[in-house]
Structure formats: C-alpha cells, structure tokens
C-alpha cells in the first residue's frame, strides 16, 4: 500500500526567534523544538519532505556581505540564499536524526539544495515588494542607490528605508523528480529551503538571479510537484482568523476553498502575513492537494494531528 506523503513548512519563527540571540547554539536549540512538533507523522509512517524559511540567516549572510565589501568577493543575494539553504539544512538534517535515534525510528534524511524556476517577466521584478538587509536612514540609503543601484523604499512604521528585490510567484522546482523520488521511497528530504534558489530558465538553460521567493507559495509548488496529499505550514499563529487583532478576531477551524477564496478577496489575509499562505493553500488544493492545516509551531504535534490550527480542504 502506498504511504501518503505531506510536506511541512516550518515558518520563520522555527529557526531564529524575536528578542533572542542570533547564535547557532540558539538556532539548533530552536530546531530541535520545531522538529518535536512534526514526529507523530514520521511516527504515523508518513512519506515526509521538509521546507523552512531562512529571512533572518540571508539577512545576516547579505550583511556580512557588506561589512567585507573591498575585502572579499561580493555575493549575490541568489549565492546567499543557496548557502543558507545548505547550512539550515544540515541543521535540519542533523537535529533530525538525533531526534530519532532513540526512538528506534530508522529513516534516511537528506537535504537537497533545491533551485525555483521564476517568470523573468513577472510583474514583481518591475515593482519589487520584498524588504531584505538592514535598515537606512534617508541619508545612506540614498548613497546606496546611487552607489549600488539599489532599490530602497520606507518600512511601514518606520522613517527608516530597507533594500527591496523581487518576489516572483515560483514556477516549478527543478530537482522535483530527484525529491519526488526520495520521498516515495521513504528518505525524509529537506527541500527548497527559503522559497528555494531563484533561477530563470532561457532556451533550457538556468540562470540565478536576485529574487526572494516566498516559502509557502514553494512550499505548495513543492507539495504539488512531489504529489503529497497533505501540506502543513507552520508559523507564529494557532489559528488563521478573521478580523485578526481587532475586537471581533474570530478564530477559524475549518474553510473549504470557496470560502478561503471569498475571505481572501474581501481583504481578510493581509499580503504581509497570512495572504501567501491562504494563496499557498488554495494552489496545491486546486492542484489535487487533499488537506492543508495551517497552525502553529507551538503546537505543531496538535495541528498535524487535526486538534489544533485550521484545517482547509476542497
């Protein structure tokens, strides 16, 4: 019989929390946390990929990138992306296994450095949205563009201006036959870390380029192209809520995707933060997805078994 498959997104918070030290002791203590959440569907035998997101190490990475600007090789944001994906997941990875061992649990993991196919027409690239690096004060953002080219525009609810670049809606994942594989035979893989590597496809042939892709919308494409049934993203919230943060908050258990779709357009999911993962659930239940639960990472073990968080479904 053939297992199901799911694959779990673990949001930003997973790895790098708010008001604490950055460290890498930190980020394994905080990985080994995210992780206890998502054992009972290794446990339940499930075929399993893992997505994360990484904003504050390509942060940290594009930082370090300006501090040694004259004395090292500049790198681009692309390379960033591409190494954090690489060192999370042998964070991942590794924390993985060692939660395991005594379990008995005898499951092969690998990550794969995993590249996003992206429209170098999309619209984004013309009026890029996606804030990333450091803040600026008018003054020195304004000798960034002139010096660099950048694009800089004010942070809500702050005078100060952040770099912005693209965030393209992902196309297709170019390993997906290679993941698709590995899950089905049973190998945990850890995948398309960070919303993946922007690449742009000519003639065949891929191309990096400087670009953001949001990690849930890839975490659906991933999901769709891998053919789970199950698609779980975890982040800061137990619930996805109407009216969130006013007096009326009401807290949702269950949508189907008609209703996902008609609080959506009504401007119910803010783009900033629970809009691509509302898209990201549509996408793959339109794709033929079976179920989506969205919740938190607090209580991860609850959501994937159905007793916390929301769940959508067609």
């Not at 673990?10 to 950055?22: H, S």
């Not at 005078?159 to 993941?179: D, G, T, W």
């Not at 659930?281 to 007793?307: C, H, N, P, Q």
Request: hydrophobic share 40%; proline share 5%.
């Amino acid at each position: 019989m053939k297992k199901k498959a799911a694959v779990v997104a673990l949001g930003g918070n997973a790895i790098t929390r708010k008001n604490q030290e950055d460290t890498i002791a930190n980020q394994f203590i905080n990985t080994d946390i995210s992780l206890s959440g998502i054992m009972h569907l290794i446990q339940d035998g499930y075929n399993l990929a893992l997505t994360h997101g990484n904003g504050p190490q390509v942060g940290n990475a594009v930082l370090r990138v300006e501090l040694s600007r004259g004395k090292a090789p500049e790198l681009p944001i692309y390379i960033c992306g591409a190494d954090t994906q690489g060192g999370m997941g042998f964070m991942l990875a590794q924390t993985l296994r060692n939660k395991l061992l005594p379990l008995g649990i005898k499951r092969e993991i690998a990550a794969v450095v995993t590249q996003v196919v992206v429209d170098k027409n999309d619209n984004d690239f013309a009026d890029p949205t996606k804030f990333i690096g450091q803040f600026y004060e008018p003054e020195q953002a304004a000798l960034m563009k002139k010096e660099f080219g950048w694009i800089m525009k004010p942070f809500p609810g702050d005078n100060r201006l952040r770099r912005v670049i693209a965030s393209p809606k992902p196309q297709y994942i170019v390993e997906k036959e290679v993941i698709k594989q590995l899950v089905h035979a049973g190998v945990i893989v850890i995948a398309s870390g960070g919303g993946g590597i922007p690449v742009i496809e000519d003639n065949g042939a891929l191309k990096g380029i400087d670009a953001v892709i949001d990690k849930d919308r890839a975490a659906a494409v991933l999901a769709r192209d891998i053919e789970a049934e199950l698609l779980v993203i975890l982040t800061g919230v137990d619930k996805v809520s109407l009216n969130y943060s006013k007096p009326d908050q009401k807290n949702l258990d269950h949508l189907t995707i008609a209703e996902a779709e008609y609080f959506y357009k009504a401007g119910q999911f803010p783009p900033g933060s629970m809009g691509p993962k509302i898209e990201a659930a549509i996408d793959f239940l339109k794709s033929g997805g079976k179920r989506v639960v969205i919740g938190s990472i607090e209580k991860a073990y609850e959501a994937v078994t159905g007793k916390a968080g929301t769940i959508i479904e067609p």
